[in-house]
T-cell receptor, first 113, second 109 residues
């Protein structure tokens, strides 16, 4: 059974803190994604990676960075957290092209105070 | 994100009724049209998908209807059940996935 896990389900941080969100997939997928989900806005793509050490900006990359040192692990970094980054963060992986199924993790609800 | 418009934003249906969610898109290059289902506390999961060479696909109580000329596709849930209460996203794609804004469905007994 395919599995995408995220390091935390809930996280509370203070403004200005550096935040790491980690995602691990066990399906040997090449592609991994980070989205944020906000009410009324759906899922918005922050960054994606199509290979180890490769990354591409999504639609809303400002304030975020990513790291992919191993195929199975994709990290989202908030260099200096701000209150407008309070959101649900979802990680996903995908084997091939865009017509394959994306598999999502359970999400991390981040609150920045 | 404006290139995909999903409606309605929320929907309340009685048990046994039909739920209909619509998705309109602008990008004619889209070649894959899935719907994802998300339960509270979970990530989205693929529910059903269609390719543009067919106009309808049915899997159990779930049907996708696709209208290429109108650039629209819809999800129909027949005999809706309380267990169908979830948020539904359309996510058309061509090289990249574009998610709709989501529809929160509540099926009441």
């Amino acid at each position: 059974d395919v599995k995408v896990t995220q390091s935390s389900r809930y996280l509370v941080k203070r403004t200005g803190e550096k935040v790491f969100l980690e995602c691990v997939q066990d399906m040997d997928h090449e592609n991994m994604f980070w989205y944020r989900q906000d009410p009324g806005l759906g899922l918005r793509l922050i960054y994606f990676s199509y290979d180890v050490k490769m990354k591409e900006k999504g639609d809303i990359p400002e304030g975020y960075s990513v790291s992919r040192e191993k195929k199975e692990r994709f990290s989202l970094i908030l260099e200096s957290a701000s209150t407008n980054q309070t959101s649900m963060y979802l990680c996903a992986s995908l084997a091939g092209g865009s017509t394959d199924t994306q598999y999502f993790g359970p999400g991390t609800r981040l609150t920045v105070l | 994100q404006q290139q995909v418009k999903q409606s309605p934003q929320s929907l309340i249906v009685q048990k046994g009724g039909i739920s209909i969610i619509n998705c309109a898109y602008e990008n004619t290059a889209f070649d894959y049209f899935p719907w994802y289902q998300q339960f509270p506390g979970k990530g989205p999961a693929l529910l059903i998908a269609i390719r543009p060479d067919v106009s309808e696909k049915k899997e159990g109580r779930f049907t996708i209807s696709f209208n290429k000329s109108a650039k629209q596709f819809s999800l129909h849930i027949m005999d809706s059940q309380p267990g169908d209460s979830a948020t539904y996203f359309c996510a058309p794609s061509y090289q990249k996935v574009t998610f709709g804004t989501g529809t929160k469905l509540q099926v009441i007994p």
